[in-house]
């Protein structure tokens, strides 16, 4: 019985080396995280309360016809932001083609009107011309409205040049005020 031992040995090697192969099982775990929503703001610029796009908003408290040297008219125009985020906004005067255009000059404050001029507030442009079948920008630099209730009320002045030459006499011109506003 000399060779059973050596047998029962290697048997019992063998048991201890499968059980020693089937205790190296490997722990897992898993998770998940879940984001909350994601969504966008929107901006909203409109003038006195109105989208101004597609269609343009109707400033006709803006014009005056017969206008003489050194004339001038003012009107008012609100400009808020009922979106749900802040932005900035620059705008720009777009003429018609024509002689009178380079004379009429442009006067945005923050100001009030009696009708003909702009007083009080703070001056954002002063006396800038048109220009005749392009764009003049009068509030180059961007002006900041608060998300919801973000407003300000403009005031707009145009003047005909005292040092007006005739050859404008009996001339008209058509003009746009383009708004332009993006994020903050």
Not at 69 to 91: D, H, I, R
Not at 109 to 122: A, I, K, L, M, Q
């Amino acid at each position: 019985m000399t060779g059973s031992k050596p047998r029962a040995i290697a048997s019992l090697g063998i048991v201890l080396g499968l059980g020693a192969i089937g205790t190296l099982a490997a722990w897992s775990d898993t998770a998940t995280a879940t984001s909350g929503v994601f969504s966008t703001g929107s901006i909203d610029l409109q003038l006195n309360g109105q989208q101004g796009n597609p269609g343009a908003y109707a400033f006709a408290t803006l014009t005056k016809t017969g206008m003489m040297p050194g004339n001038s008219v003012a009107a008012t125009l609100p400009v808020q932001n009922t979106g749900s985020t802040a932005f900035n906004y620059t705008m720009a005067a777009a003429a018609t083609s024509s002689v009178l255009a380079p004379h009429l000059k442009v006067t945005v404050s923050t100001g009030t009107s009696n009708g003909t001029v702009c007083s009080g507030g703070t001056v954002i442009a002063n006396n800038v011309a048109l220009v005749s079948g392009g764009s003049a920008n009068l509030i180059a630099t961007p002006r900041p409205l608060a998300a919801t209730t973000g407003a300000e009320t403009l005031c707009f002045q145009v003047t005909l040049d005292p040092a007006a030459p005739t050859n404008v006499q009996n001339q008209t011109v058509n003009t746009s005020f383009n708004f332009n506003a993006t994020t903050a």
